[in-house]
């Protein structure tokens, strides 16, 4: 009888622990057929494009990265509990991956949360510029906010502390620090990364949103926020960011300052923002390099139907020193076959004035055919139509 009952009690016991932790596993798969004219194609001198071209191809990511992870939580009692998030992108179309040589390249976090006090995290994690995705009409696909800035706020960071306050009177509060683990504060050439770290202020309400945010990206190099530019090398910077998957020089390495707003109007949402990229140290730049970006969009979402949105929006980007202006406007929209399942469809072009050469992907800076820049003065256009399925 005391082995039966010593038995049940155990097998509570275990019931009870089991529901006080959890582990999900969550993962998200996008492909689809993208054409695009305006490519590059030749390669004359240094490296560069002779002429422009159209292709069509198989494409993964174009409107949301694929990835896979795993996400827990643990009571800890007292209202705290232990959190963790593993989290990793990949190629659906190739099936290599995840990228970055990292298994969890995009999030590697293990911290404590509270309801009353927050959540406060360790690890690797999407960068605080990120923070836009919120505003972008849509949400940093492909083709949207990173454009024009050369994926300047969509890197990854490793090395972090953030903290994530709970909301009071409808503000909330980001911070993010990620040291650079060199015997330099903010690098000094022996690590991958700089010292990186941001903050954000939210405000939300039933009618709208806004949000404000400072960050900034230092060279590894040198601990400067600019990079060097080398004129023999396609006008590229050296020392641009690993983590941002193109870009350099201010694109890689800037302080930036966001304000943004969502309006919410029913089935209607309209988003803008402003973007101000600035460096300081940069050295060896040529005319057309540049050093500062402003860059601002606004745009629409009408939920047609609970299953079918519509969107368009249109992206600016003005770089100083003689590298021009480029505007994107786009249009495209999705239709939910389910909860988990969804078809989408966009339609872009990237306009550039005469010095300017930014594409509908975030290219590294440069003229040479490798960028995948179109010619400097000419367009980009493109469609893509794709499925995603999360579970």
Not at 96 to 107: D, H, K, L, S, Y
Not at 224 to 246: C, K, M, Q, R, T
Not at 363 to 372: E, I, L, R
Request: proline residues 4%; without cysteine.
């Amino acid at each position: 009888m005391k082995k039966a009952l010593l038995a049940a009690s155990l097998l509570t016991f275990g019931v009870a622990a089991h529901a006080q932790s959890s582990v999900t596993l969550y993962g998200r798969l996008d492909a689809g057929l993208e054409y695009m004219t305006g490519v590059p194609q030749g390669v004359g001198a240094a490296g560069q494009a002779t002429g422009s071209t159209h292709r069509f191809r198989a494409e993964s990511g174009d409107w949301g990265t694929s990835l896979w992870g795993l996400k827990g939580v643990e009571d800890l009692g007292g209202g705290y509990k232990a959190v963790f998030q593993l989290e990793g992108s990949f190629n659906t179309m190739t099936g290599q991956g995840p990228g970055n040589n990292g298994i969890f390249n995009r999030w590697a976090t293990v911290g404590i949360a509270n309801n009353s006090f927050g959540t406060l995290l360790l690890g690797r994690e999407l960068f605080i510029a990120n923070g836009v995705w919120d505003f972008d009409p849509f949400g940093q696909s492909n083709w949207s906010s990173a454009s024009l800035v050369r994926g300047r706020n969509w890197p990854q960071s490793s090395n972090n502390i953030s903290y994530q306050s709970p909301k009071w009177y409808g503000f909330d509060v980001y911070g993010q620090y990620a040291l650079s683990n060199a015997t330099n504060w903010n690098g000094n050439g022996s690590t991958p990364q700089g010292r990186e770290g941001g903050l954000q202020l939210t405000y939300t309400s039933a009618l709208f949103q806004i949000r404000g945010m400072y960050d900034e990206i230092r060279n590894p190099a040198n601990g400067s926020l600019g990079g060097v530019y080398d004129p023999l090398n396609g006008g590229n910077a050296l020392g641009g960011n690993p983590n941002n998957g193109g870009g350099n020089g201010v694109y890689g390495y800037s302080r930036e300052y966001t304000a943004a707003f969502n309006v919410f109007l029913g089935q209607f949402k309209i988003q803008g923002a402003y973007q101000a990229i600035r460096s300081s140290g940069m050295t060896n730049v040529l005319p057309g390099q540049p050093t500062t970006i402003d860059h601002e969009w606004g745009g629409v979402t009408w939920q047609a139907t609970p299953a079918a949105a519509l969107i368009a929006a249109v992206y600016h980007s003005n770089a100083n020193n003689g590298a021009g202006n480029a505007t994107l406007y786009t249009v495209g929209g999705s239709y939910n076959l389910s909860k988990r399942t969804l078809l989408d469809i966009q339609v872009a072009t990237v306009q550039n004035s005469k010095s300017a050469n930014y594409g509908l992907n975030a290219n590294n800076f440069g003229t040479s055919a490798a960028t995948d820049n179109p010619l400097p003065g000419h367009s980009q256009s493109g469609v893509y139509a794709g499925i995603q399925h999360s579970f």
